[in-house]
């Protein structure tokens, strides 16, 4: 296994435009994460999955983000309408079910770069 | 609010002396704290963690302290070399949130 996997590594996209970002975590990690990364700042998060399961949602996914992880393998986050404050870095991460009490440790990807013109 | 804090957005440091790299944080229900270092168009990666129920953890160069009655943790890194030059980020959650609440980083720069 190779890692956390993402795909596309940069997007460049017109304002109003839909875009998609795909995610591929370690296969035997059960739980998969979204962050958002923008210059300056730490990683935000977004959205977690335990296998297929969204249970935890930011107030930083607007109606405009939706995610999904169907079987409960790879995962995909769209954008609809986007708009330049949708410009960051988005990272995907995941983790085995139980590492033991708090001991929850998330392996990243390298990240999908979004450029919003 | 920013709950977990990085005050200090830069740190230089000659090699084979002492990184120290200091993280705060407000709630008091964070529970488990991990430290990860972030090379440029990479993710980042994961270096060392601390339960609460410690106040001290060790993983070669790496040392973690907490104290949680200052509500602070800090990374001491030694010997430094230049291939730590990165940017550092605390990560705090509340056991069973399974969210990590980041600070906004501390770009070290080791000076060969």
């Known amino acids: 296994d190779t890692g956390v996997s993402q795909d596309p590594r940069h997007k460049i996209t017109k304002r109003g435009q839909n875009v998609t970002f795909r995610c591929d975590p370690i296969s035997e990690h059960n739980r998969l994460y979204w962050y958002r990364q923008t210059l300056g700042q730490g990683p935000e998060f977004l959205t977690y999955f335990q296998n297929e399961a969204q249970l935890e949602k930011s107030r930083l996914l607007s109606d405009r983000f939706s995610a999904e992880r169907p079987k409960g393998s790879f995962s995909t986050l769209e954008i609809q309408r986007t708009e330049q404050g949708d410009s960051a870095m988005y990272l995907c991460?995941?983790?085995?079910?139980?590492?033991?009490?708090?001991?929850?440790?998330?392996?990243f990807g390298a990240g999908s770069r979004l450029t919003v013109l | 609010d920013q709950q977990v804090k990085q005050n200090s957005p830069s740190l230089s440091v000659q090699e084979g002396r002492i990184s120290i790299l200091n993280c705060d944080y407000t709630n008091s229900m964070f529970d488990y704290f991990l430290w990860y270092k972030k090379y440029p168009a990479e993710g980042p990666t994961f270096l060392i963690s601390?339960?609460?129920?410690?106040d001290k953890n060790e993983d070669g160069r790496f040392t973690v302290f907490l104290n949680k009655s200052a509500k602070h943790l800090s990374l001491h890194i030694v010997p430094s070399q230049p291939g730590d030059s990165a940017v550092y980020f605390c990560a705090a959650s509340v056991t069973g949130t399974y969210k990590y609440i980041f600070g906004t980083g501390t770009r070290l720069k080791v000076l060969a």
């Open positions: 601390i339960s609460s129920i410690k």
């Open positions: 991460a995941s983790s085995p079910e139980d590492q033991g009490a708090g001991a929850n440790v998330l392996t």
